[in-house]
Antibody, heavy 120, light 113 residues
Framework: EVQLVESGGGLAQPGGSLRLSCAAS????????MHWVRQAPGKGLIWVAR????????TYADSVKGRFTISRDNAKNTLYLQMNRLRAEDTAVYYC?????????????WGQGTLVSVSS | DIVMTQSPDSLAVSLGERATINCKSS????????????LAWYQQKPGQPPKLLIY???TRESGVPDRFSGSGSGTDFTLTITNLQAEDVAVYYC?????????FGGGTKVEIK
């Protein structure tokens, strides 16, 4: 069974930083591209970033480009999202997401999410 | 960016009746290699992450009841729920996966009338 468990969320001040982690299990992690998707309270889904299976290809949404960094450790089966220069509008539940098929971009498995709140 | 526009924002349907949700993309999401549209549908219940229902416009994910069906072509797509059940109360999202940035519709909330 595919499991994705996010951690690292919490309260941060505007301009601050947080690092999210996603522990993956139940599948061959190193074969899959991985994504982060966020959802502000009461709002819709917004794609944030993706990383290729080997980390060689990375793409970001314009809203986070230059502030967030996605990375992965295939030896630890873990996905990361380093979030710097946080803004109030980054407040959201952040989901770690695995595509249904390794290099495709529709999402078969979602974590439960971790809440990031940015406020002074 | 490809903008995904869903309608309506919400709808109330009687148990056993049909719910129809529309999704329009601002440009084609046709993948030429297989002549299929890169369009997926998700269901999200309160307090839960989204769940994949349909991909390639009309292919149901394993385990999804056959009362859920997807259709469409060009830039217009539809999710239909026939014989609506109480457990179908949720918000439904469409998503294009043709190109980055990957984009979702704004969501449609389905309730029981």
């Amino acid at each position: 069974e595919v499991q994705l468990v996010e951690s690292g969320g919490g309260l941060a001040q505007p301009g601050g930083s947080l690092r999210l982690s996603c522990a993956a299990s139940g599948f061959t992690y190193r074969d899959y591209w991985m994504h982060w998707v966020r959802q502000a309270p009461g709002k819709g889904l917004i794609w944030v970033a993706r990383i290729s299976h080997d980390g060689s290809s990375i793409t970001y949404a314009d809203s986070v480009k230059g502030r967030f960094t996605i990375s992965r450790d295939n030896a630890k089966n873990t996905l990361y999202l380093q979030m710097n220069r946080l803004r109030a509008e980054d407040t959201a539940v952040y989901y770690c997401v695995r595509p249904m098929l390794p290099a495709w971009n529709w999402f078969g498995s979602w974590g439960q999410g971790t809440l990031v709140s940015v406020s002074s | 960016d490809i903008v995904m526009t869903q309608s309506p924002d919400s709808l109330a349907v009687s148990l056993g009746e049909r719910a129809t949700i529309n999704c329009k993309s601002s440009q084609s999401v046709l993948y030429s290699s297989n002549d299929r549209n890169c369009l997926a549908w998700y269901q999200q219940k309160p307090g839960q992450p989204p769940k994949l229902l349909i991909y390639w416009t009309s292919t149901r994910e394993s385990g999804v009841p056959d009362r859920f069906s997807g259709s469409g072509s060009g830039t217009d797509f539809t999710l239909t729920i026939t014989n609506l059940q109480a457990e179908d109360v949720a918000v439904y999202y469409c998503q294009q996966y043709y190109t980055t940035p990957l984009t979702f519709g704004g969501g449609t909330k389905v309730e029981i009338k």
